[in-house]
């Protein structure tokens, strides 16, 4: 008790304010490198202690921007039915998801997360343009906000389908996924989607 009041109020602010993911993970020195990508990946550099705000995010267009990036990949991770709604689960897979990161590469995991992501989004796809059985394919810029989403869910896909009756976890599975497309590594299953969408999409220019 004597020391809490001894202790001066610039260290106790300090602490109060620095909040880290799970406990451990600081996002204030995040580097995003994508100009494009800064105000969608913006929930990394202002994380919560948990990944679970029980926010409404889907009620107003483009309110999602403001959600936390680590509680976005917590959601892509509850896809299919038999996955749905089992947010602690998801919740536990992301932090050993985490440490496994940690631990593999020494270097922050939001910061991983944050490349993956990053090298992930596809730039260009292409659109079905036509009507009465006349239907051609056009080539389209892709939004930030969409680049963020498609990221997200060929990241949470990839892990999902390599975990499948594997001896390896599902954590395991996100780990190597993610290291792997920070990386830029085409045997990321994210990697390899996204050139195949940009080279379609090249070809109907």
């Known amino acids: 008790m004597t020391d809490l009041m001894l202790t001066d109020d610039t260290t106790?602010?300090?602490?109060?304010?620095?909040?880290?993911?799970?406990g451990k993970w600081s996002g204030a020195e995040i580097q995003i490198s994508d100009m494009s990508l800064e105000d969608y990946i913006l929930g990394a550099k202002k994380p919560k202690f948990l990944p679970?705000?029980?926010?409404?995010?889907?009620?107003?267009?483009?309110?999602k921007v403001s959600c936390p990036i680590v509680e976005r990949l917590v959601c892509?991770?509850?896809?299919?039915g038999r996955n749905n709604g089992k947010k602690l689960m998801a919740v536990r897979i992301v932090r050993h998801t985490f440490e496994i990161i940690h631990l593999l590469t020494g270097e922050?995991?939001?910061?991983v997360l944050v490349n993956a992501i990053i090298n992930s989004g596809p730039r260009e796809d292409s659109t079905r343009i036509g009507r009465a059985g006349t239907v051609r394919r056009q080539a389209v810029d892709v939004s930030p906000l969409r680049r963020v989403n498609q990221a997200l869910y060929l990241l949470c896909t990839g892990a999902r389908d390599s975990a499948f009756k594997s001896v390896k976890t599902i954590a395991e599975c996100l780990a190597d996924e993610l290291i792997n497309a920070a990386k830029g590594s085409s045997t990321s299953f994210a990697i390899k989607r996204k050139d195949e969408l940009e080279r379609v999409a090249k070809s109907n220019r």
């Open 108 to 111: 922050n995991p939001l910061q």
């Open 52 to 63: 679970h705000s029980a926010g409404r995010f889907q009620v107003k267009r483009f309110r």
């Open 12 to 22: 106790l602010e300090t602490t109060a304010t620095d909040i880290r993911v799970f």
């Open 76 to 80: 892509s991770l509850m896809f299919h």
